[in-house]
């Protein structure tokens, strides 16, 4: 199983970024998905999820009516599209999938977002 973020950078505040989550190994509809966050000495928390038929969707309320989550079935992706970009979003940012039924967890390796000017 892969589970590859890519799309993170150095943004101004403001400005927006696009993150991508590839994965592969697993029938990727039966899979639940979210992204998370992390920042030195703190705990990760979580961004955003959305359910393996991608009907329903959830934004924390910190980065709700900026952050968009979506996926697509077809090409094996979840996308966290980033809006209106603030320093306090600088963080790494990870996916994650979670089995339906066997809720079984794969992670990424975590892809890096930096909010400065």
């Known amino acids: 199983v892969s589970v590859v973020e890519s799309g993170g950078g150095l943004v101004e505040p403001g400005g927006s970024l696009t993150l991508t989550c590839k994965c592969s190994g697993v029938p990727f509809d039966e899979y639940h998905a979210s992204w998370h966050r992390q920042t030195p000495g703190k705990e990760r928390e979580l961004v955003a999820f959305i359910t393996g038929d991608g009907n329903n969707a959830r934004i924390v309320d910190a980065v709700k009516g900026r952050f968009t989550i979506s996926r697509d079935n077809d090409r094996d992706l979840v996308s966290l599209e980033m809006n209106s970009l603030k320093p306090e979003d600088t963080a790494v940012y990870y996916c994650?999938?979670?089995?339906?039924?066997?809720?079984?967890?794969?992670w990424g390796q975590g892809t890096q977002v930096t909010v400065s000017s």
């Open positions: 994650k999938i979670r089995g339906r039924t066997s809720n079984t967890e794969f």
